[in-house]
C-alpha cells in the first residue's frame, strides 16, 4: 500500500499544561493547532477537550463546540473524537460529547488496564495548577475501565446507530482477541483501523519486536481485513512511525503521544511533528493520503453526517 494515513492526536488527556507550553488547552490553541497539522498533512485529528480554565481534560459537549467548528471551517480533515476521554472520568462522561456530535470516526480502546503516569512526576516540581501533581501522582492506583459490555455499547451507540468507524485501540496482544471476540459476534465489520499503542506503562512497551508480534498476531486474527496504524508514546515515537510505515502501516503522531520533536527539544506545534514525520515516511516511498483518499480506505460516512 503505498497511500499512508498520518493521524494527529492533538493535546489527549496524560500530558498536563505544566509538562509544555505548547501543549493545546484552550479552543483557539486546539483549533488552531488542528488546522495546522491538517495542513501539515493529517488526514485524520484525534480529539480530546479540555477545560480552558484549568487545564485538565473535559468531558463536556461545550468544550468541544467551541473548537470543532473552526477546525471544519479550516480544513477538510477527518474528525476522530475519543471515548477513551481520560482514565478518571465515567463511561457515561465519555460517551456524552460523541454521542451528541456523531463523528466520522471515534477511538475504541479495546480492552481495561492499568494506566500508569506517576513516572512523570520525576520530570518537574513546579505546577501550573494545583490539580496535576495529585493526578499523575494517584495513577498508580489508576485503571481505565473498558468491559467488554461497555465496548459493545460503544459499538452499539457510535457505531450502528450514529455511522462512525473506529480506531481500535490495542495497547497488548490480548486487545487484538478482543476485537476478533467482536468481529466473531457481527459487531465489527471491514475494514478494520487498528491502532497499535505502544509505549504506555501498563501496556506494551514500544520495541520493534513488539511490534512484529503484534502484526503477525493481527494477520493470523484479521487476514487481509484490517489496515494498521502504530503510536508511540514518548521517545520512541518516530523511529516505530517509521518501522510502520516500512511495513506498510500508518502513523499517528501528536502532543497527546510525545511532546518532544527531538532528545530535549520540546514540539512548538503538532505540525512540527507531522511535518517531520511526513519527511520519513516520504522518504520510504509512500505518498500521504489526503482526507478524502482516507475517507474512502476507511470507509467513512463522510463529514456532511456529523452533528457539529
Not at 459493545?152 to 450502528?160: A, P
Request: glycine residues 10%; aromatic residues 6%; proline residues 5%.
Amino acid at each position: 500500500m503505498s497511500k499512508i494515513i498520518i493521524t494527529c492526536a492533538l493535546t489527549g488527556s496524560i500530558h498536563t499544561p505544566s509538562m509544555s507550553p505548547h501543549l493545546p488547552v484552550t479552543a483557539e490553541e486546539i483549533a488552531a493547532q488542528a488546522v495546522g497539522a491538517a495542513k501539515a498533512g493529517a488526514a485524520i485529528l484525534h480529539l480530546h477537550a479540555r477545560d480552558p480554565a484549568t487545564g485538565r481534560p473535559s468531558a463536556a459537549v461545550e468544550h468541544y463546540r467551541a473548537f470543532l467548528p473552526n477546525i471544519r471551517a479550516g480544513c477538510d480533515a477527518i474528525v476522530n473524537l475519543t471515548t477513551g476521554g481520560s482514565a478518571v472520568m465515567t463511561l457515561d462522561e465519555r460517551l456524552a460529547a460523541p454521542m451528541e456530535l456523531r463523528p466520522e470516526m471515534c477511538s475504541l480502546n479495546m480492552g481495561s488496564m492499568n494506566f500508569a503516569l506517576y513516572p512523570m512526576l520525576g520530570k518537574r516540581t513546579e505546577w501550573l495548577h494545583d490539580w496535576e501533581e495529585p493526578f499523575l501522582r494517584n495513577s498508580d492506583d489508576l485503571v481505565f475501565k473498558n468491559t467488554p459490555r461497555d465496548i459493545e455499547g460503544v459499538l452499539s451507540q457510535m457505531g450502528r446507530e450514529r455511522g462512525a468507524r473506529f480506531e481500535f485501540e490495542c495497547y497488548d496482544v490480548g486487545h487484538l482477541y478482543m476485537l476478533r471476540h467482536f468481529v466473531d459476534r457481527g459487531l465489527v465489520e471491514g475494514p478494520i483501523f487498528i491502532q497499535f499503542v505502544m509505549g504506555v506503562l501498563g501496556g506494551i512497551a514500544a520495541e520493534p519486536e513488539h511490534l512484529d508480534h503484534l502484526k503477525a498476531t493481527a494477520d493470523r486474527l484479521f487476514g487481509d481485513g484490517y489496515m494498521f496504524s502504530v503510536l508511540a508514546a514518548g521517545r520512541q515515537q518516530m523511529p516505530m512511525a517509521e518501522k510502520s510505515a516500512a511495513m506498510g502501516g500508518h502513523v499517528r503522531v501528536g502532543l497527546e503521544d510525545n511532546l518532544y520533536l527531538s532528545r530535549g527539544v520540546l514540539a512548538k506545534s503538532n505540525a512540527e511533528q507531522v511535518e517531520k514525520v511526513r519527511a520519513i515516511v516520504e522518504a520510504l516511498g509512500r505518498s500521504v493520503a489526503t482526507p478524502d483518499e482516507a475517507r474512502a480506505l476507511l470507509g467513512l460516512k463522510g463529514a456532511g453526517a456529523v452533528g457539529f
